[in-house]
């Protein structure tokens, strides 16, 4: 098992910055892909950012892309979302996910670990 733990989520303005992070547990290999996905009330979970881990690749959607930031740390075994310039659109629960698999990193099907989540609110 890889269970998964997110923390830092909470309230700011919009411009505001948050940094949230995803302590993961278990053998490194169930977690060769790392995604982070949010969901917003009455909308579909959407994948946000991913890192395949053995090579750090780095994945955005457009949405975001230039604003968050995701990295690791090999050593803690967790890996962050940076996120920065935050909008109310950004307004969501955040889910760190883990795959034993490189796969479509967007699609929450490719993943089998997921975290309970932690809100982020943007005001504006």
């Known amino acids: 098992q890889a269970p998964l733990v997110e923390s830092g989520g909470g309230s700011v303005q919009a411009g505001g910055s948050l940094k949230l992070s995803c302590a993961a547990s278990?053998?490194?290999?169930?977690?060769?892909?790392m995604g982070w996905f949010r969901q917003a009330p009455g909308k579909e979970r959407e994948g946000v950012a991913a890192?395949?881990?053995?090579?750090?690749?780095?994945y955005y959607a457009a949405s975001v892309k230039g604003r968050f930031t995701i990295s690791q740390n090999n050593a803690k075994n967790t890996v962050y979302l940076q996120m920065a310039s935050l909008e109310p659109e950004d307004t969501a629960m955040y889910y760190c996910a883990a795959a034993r698999k490189y796969g479509d990193w967007r699609s929450s099907m490719s993943y089998g670990y997921w975290g309970q989540g932690t809100q982020v609110t943007v005001s504006s």
């Open positions: 890192i395949y881990t053995p090579a750090a690749f780095t």
């Open positions: 278990g053998s490194a290999d169930t977690r060769i892909l």
